[in-house]
């Protein structure tokens, strides 16, 4: 029982391999093999886990959020209404350049995959994982939505599984367009928290173009529609912050996804 | 049963931590928790295995711990940056325990919880810290000032459960109990107290409670159990007998004929031959009393001399015998009845300044010179530790008076490099203080040689002295400095009292033991 002299040696060793693993990870920007080996072995688990605990939890969000799901359709039928009484204001050609936009969108040659939520990432990272990978069609960045809106793009894939960066981290940066308008920006994250606080932050590159609150924010797309297709919406802005004077137009963005009770996603597939 | 407690036990470590990982993951934090974050159980029970287990353990399940949470799908950090900030953690908090426990000898719930909850708020700090320090775009100064406060809260919270049950997992099958070393130290002390040092102190339990015999019979030096049960084994080694001394000479403090023990039995814990018992000129037909049995410590009598000269105590009961001339001794110490060496005439008087308390003093020998100045401690008195352990019985040679018979004249003092440790000697027990041949005694007491012991480099027998402290661990190479603190060197057990901390925290069910056991080291109440 020479455990005293064990320890340090194996200190050593540890913290040696734990430093590597890091400098290695840090090397391949996140995506090292130690990841995919990660995702295989706990994967499954994980799957099997969220199985038995999905059905508990949405029974316990139904218990909890009856009186936040009341208010939330309530401030939706405002919204509703407010979006009515601004869309009557809008230009009409406008209004045609949008409807056009969501119709090609919704009539793309794009497929949906649905999967659930099985586990989310710590205190600081916003990511989940879901319960479809390789072998249900999903790829590498590939957009994430929900009924509700734009909720991130998939980052990591492993056989059954995938990782999901959602919006508001901060390492995500959305290309956005303003409905409306037309104006380009981006959209990046600050974090779970602070979104579920403020929001997430847009940068119109723009700096002649106006801001105001109530504008609804939709992705502007990417080439190939990766790692985000056009057209689906995000949030309004609902406040600008930019300071007078300033090169570019800044906004706070509350969006329309509830990023933390994340249930059913839709995974949109290139066929 | 044995096996497979110790094989579950083995496997608790590995399953608790896949099972926190998991439902760290899935459930924590997925969970809608206010502050937006929640607490970390993989974390939680990895500081809680170092600090049930110890530094090894907790690093092995930190980084195997942190390794699963960087790598298991949704991690949005670094591979390894968990592991790295968990392996620390656990190894400290397992160092700190061993600390603690080393130090008091006991580990508590509240200590094991403190370490703990300190290990947890590290290990958040630790987290952020490191992600800062690889620029992870999450982790923002605002994110900090937002998530860890509350993480920290949460963990803490959950800290006494996370502890509850892992120790539950990896309980022992006996209750931990203090370090022998330290058990010993006391056991030394003891042993010390009943060979003569304190001697109204004995081990508690060991023997009868003492029956108060009459004034006049009761020795209050008790070496052995006279009459009694016998202490215990060992102490039963030196019950003192009489020996016929050869060559009728007088002695006037026989240490120990021991004609029982089988020779070398106990000699390297208790004291060996020639310890504590009152010899008696040869030839005088020994005096018929109740009590104290034979052997009980008395100063001797001249050969031939009157059998009692007054009523109580008897002539030559642990008295000083003062020769005609000698100044008075002054009452207040040492108090009466202790034991006190033969003070001729001349010898230097007592000194009361220090060090009081009681503490057991004897007188000086005859022909001991007494130019040492008395720094500290005095020669002549018995000091049976100090707080810390330092120095203790600390003395080049037997203290002198203490234990000691006279030397006779012309006889070769001790030498002064041995004991090592200061231990007590008792003076001619063996080949280094004895008598130069032909030189006749002064009638003082005076060592008896059991036999011709050879001398060796080895100590001779019937020193009270410790098994040798173990050597310093080697260094092999200067450069390991840097990362192992220096560890002070490996004290004999023996050579140290038990530290006042351990005393005073030891689980003794009798205050007042624990209270003498106090006064024994000399530590504050």
């Known amino acids: 029982m020479n455990e005293a002299r064990w320890t340090r040696p194996v200190l050593i060793v540890l913290l040696v391999a734990a430093i590597a693993l890091i400098t290695l990870d840090f090397r391949a920007a996140g995506g090292s093999k130690a990841h995919g080996i990660g995702a295989e072995v706990f994967g499954p688990v994980e799957r099997t886990a969220g199985a038995v605990v999905s059905p508990v939890e949405s029974l316990i969000h139904a218990a909890t959020g009856n009186q936040g799901a009341e208010i939330a359709s309530l401030q939706q039928q405002n919204d509703q209404l407010r979006a009515q009484l601004s869309q009557a204001q809008i230009s009409a050609q406008d209004q045609a350049q949008l409807t056009q936009l969501l119709r090609l969108t919704s009539a793309s040659h794009y497929k949906v995959v649905a999967a659930t939520v099985i586990a989310a990432g710590g205190a600081y990272s916003d990511t989940v994982t879901i319960s479809a990978g390789s072998r249900q069609g999903i790829a590498p960045n590939e957009t994430v939505l929900n009924g509700d809106g734009l909720v991130g793009t998939v980052t990591a894939v492993a056989g059954t599984t995938a990782t999901v960066q959602l919006a508001t981290d901060a390492n995500s940066t959305v290309g956005v367009e303003v409905a409306g308008t037309g104006e380009i920006g981006a959209l990046t994250g600050t974090g779970e928290t602070m979104a579920a606080a403020q929001g997430l932050k847009l940068t119109l590159f723009s700096a002649t173009a106006t801001l105001t609150a109530g504008q609804t924010i939709v992705t502007f797309g990417s080439v190939g529609g990766r790692p985000y297709v056009a057209g689906v919406p995000i949030g309004q802005v609902t406040q600008v912050t930019s300071q007078p004077g300033s090169l570019t137009q800044t906004a706070l963005v509350k969006p329309f996804a509830d990023f933390t009770g994340l249930g059913v996603l839709g995974v949109v597939v290139s066929r | ?525």
């Open chain 2, 1 to 525: 049963m044995t096996a497979l407690r110790v094989t579950a036990q083995a496997l608790a470590v590995p399953f608790a931590l896949v099972v926190a990982v998991i439902v760290q993951l899935t459930v924590v934090n997925r969970a809608p928790l206010p502050f937006g974050t929640g607490p970390d159980l993989v974390l939680l029970t990895v500081t809680a295995v170092a600090v049930c287990t110890g530094p090894l353990a907790g690093m092995l399940a930190g980084f195997a711990g942190g390794l699963a949470l960087d790598v298991a799908p949704p991690a949005g950090h670094l591979a390894g940056e968990y592991a790295l900030v968990f392996c620390l953690v656990g190894y400290a908090c397992g160092r700190v325990r061993n600390v603690i426990l080393h130090a008091t000898g006991e580990q508590t719930m509240v200590t094991s919880l403190t370490v703990m909850v300190l290990g947890v708020a590290a290990g958040e700090a630790g987290k952020a810290a490191l992600g800062r320090l690889v620029s992870d775009p999450d982790v923002t100064t605002v994110a900090i000032r937002h998530v860890l406060p509350a993480a920290v809260i949460y963990d803490v919270l959950l800290c006494p459960f996370v502890l509850w049950l892992v120790s539950l997992a990896l309980r022992r099958p006996a209750p931990e109990r203090a370090p022998r070393p330290e058990f010993t130290q006391v056991a030394n002390v003891f042993r010390a107290a009943s060979a003569g040092a304190v001697p109204r102190l004995r081990l508690a339990g060991s023997t009868p409670a003492p029956v108060r015999a009459p004034a006049r019979a009761e020795p209050k030096l008790r070496l052995s159990s006279g009459g009694s049960a016998p202490l215990s084994g060992t102490y039963a080694a030196f019950s003192p007998t009489r020996a016929p001394l050869p060559g009728g000479r007088t002695v006037k403090l026989n240490f120990g004929q021991d004609g029982h023990a089988a020779p070398g039995q106990w000699q390297r814990v208790s004291p060996g031959k020639g310890w504590l018992s009152t010899g008696r000129p040869a030839g005088v037909a020994t005096p018929r009393r109740a009590a104290p049995g034979k052997g009980w410590l008395r100063a001797g009598r001249p050969a031939g001399g009157p059998a009692t000269r007054g009523t109580s105590p008897p002539g030559g009961w642990l008295r000083a015998q003062r020769p005609a001339g000698a100044p008075a001794v002054r009452r207040a110490s040492p108090p009466k009845g202790w034991l006190r060496a033969e003070r001729p005439a001349g010898a230097a008087s007592f000194r009361r300044a220090s060090p009081g308390n009681g503490w057991l003093r004897t007188g000086r020998p005859v022909g001991v010179p007494t130019g040492r100045p008395m720094s500290s401690p005095p020669r002549g008195w018995l000091r049976v530790g100090r707080p810390g352990g330092t120095a203790t019985l600390r003395s080049m040679s037997p203290p002198r008076g203490w234990l000691r018979v006279q030397p006779p004249a012309g006889a070769r003092t001790l030498r002064r490099r041995s004991p090592g440790n200061g231990w007590l000697r008792p003076a001619g027990s063996g080949a280094l203080a004895a008598p130069r041949r032909g030189l006749p005694g002064r009638g003082g007491a005076r060592p008896v040689r059991q036999a011709q012991v050879p001398r060796s480099t080895a100590p001779p027998k019937g020193w009270i002295r410790p098994a040798k402290p173990a050597p310093p661990p080697k260094r092999k190479s200067p450069r390991k400095r840097w990362i192992r603190p220096v560890k002070p060197p490996r004290r004999s057990s023996y050579g140290t009292a038990p530290s006042t901390r351990w005393v005073r925290h030891s689980h003794s069910p009798w205050p007042g033991r624990r209270r003498r056991l106090l006064a024994l080291v000399g530590g504050r109440k």
